[in-house]
């Protein structure tokens, strides 16, 4: 090989080493650029409003959902959980404990819940402890055990949790009191609190209701009581990665009552006074009328 021949080669060798270092730099700014997307979700309900009605036995709400931006290989693992929340209106509740003294039941005790959802219903991909570690349930206020049923400093806490936003991105707030710790309302009061509303149906949770249909497409079927109750309820939608919580998606529900009863039910809010004198005397018109029905000669 002459001497202008290896000359050649030298370049030639350079050259493809420039190009391979242009080729590995290019790689490495897409990879991290891959990595850095975040997975996203948006939900759809089945209906937006439920209409109450004299011969209303309970619903079932359907919840719609797309993943975005998923690692294909930890869909094949099953490695993408998602949780779907009805919470109801927060309202205060008082609950009190009564005991048996000489043959009589007097209160004993009682505490206040000023952000207690009147309904609380759930379904998940899995049982919540196989989804996530107990402290991140506690602060997303994540099924009926970590339910908050009360926060110290609404003005500190802050009102989302009061007020459910809809349609914002969660990224974990938690609700604290003033050591900073998670305020959790797991007591004697607390405890016979839910276990009433879940005797009553009011507030029922279910593992394994949320299916994926296809490998970004889910859904989810939520149980909704006989006497639900009216107001604005909020969906909330959790996804978790591995345990590890991604972010959040919410719609609104609208429970109104219709018929005979919505008219019934906003008279008597509006003209209590009058509402009270028409029953005083449909109740003496109603006595004076069977009297005379069935009267015996």
Known sequence: MT???????????????????ALAAVVALLVPARAQQVESFEIGLSTNEIAITSNFTGARLVVFGALDNADARLLRQQRYDIVVALVGPRRPVVVRKKERTLGIWINRGSETFNASPESYALASTRPLSDITRESLRVSLSLGIDD???????????????????????IIG?????????????????????????????????????????????????????????????????????????????????????????????????????????????????????????????
Do not use: C
């Open 173 to 297: 707030e938690s609700a604290v009191d003033g050591e900073g710790d998670p305020v959790v309302n797991r007591d004697q009061y607390a405890s016979a609190l839910r276990r009433i509303r879940m005797e009553s149906g009011l507030y029922n949770q279910s593992f394994g209701s949320v299916e994926f249909v296809s490998p970004t497409l889910f859904r989810a079927d939520l149980r909704l009581p006989a006497d639900l109750p009216v107001g604005r309820h909020t969906v909330r939608a959790y996804l978790f990665r591995s345990g590890v919580f991604i972010r959040g998606d919410s719609e609104a529900l609208v429970v109104v009552k219709t018929g005979l009863e919505s008219l019934i039910d906003d008279f008597a809010t509006r003209y209590g006074f009058l509402y009270g004198l028409f029953a005083v005397a449909l109740a003496i018109f109603t006595g004076w009328f069977g009297r005379i029905v069935f009267k015996r000669d």
């Open 3 to 21: 001497g202008r021949q290896r000359t050649r080669t030298r370049r030639l060798g350079r050259s493809f080493g420039r190009i391979a270092a």
């Open 147 to 169: 339910l908050r049923l009360n926060i110290r400093d609404p003005e500190t806490v802050g009102a989302a949790i009061v007020t459910e936003p809809v349609g914002q991105v």
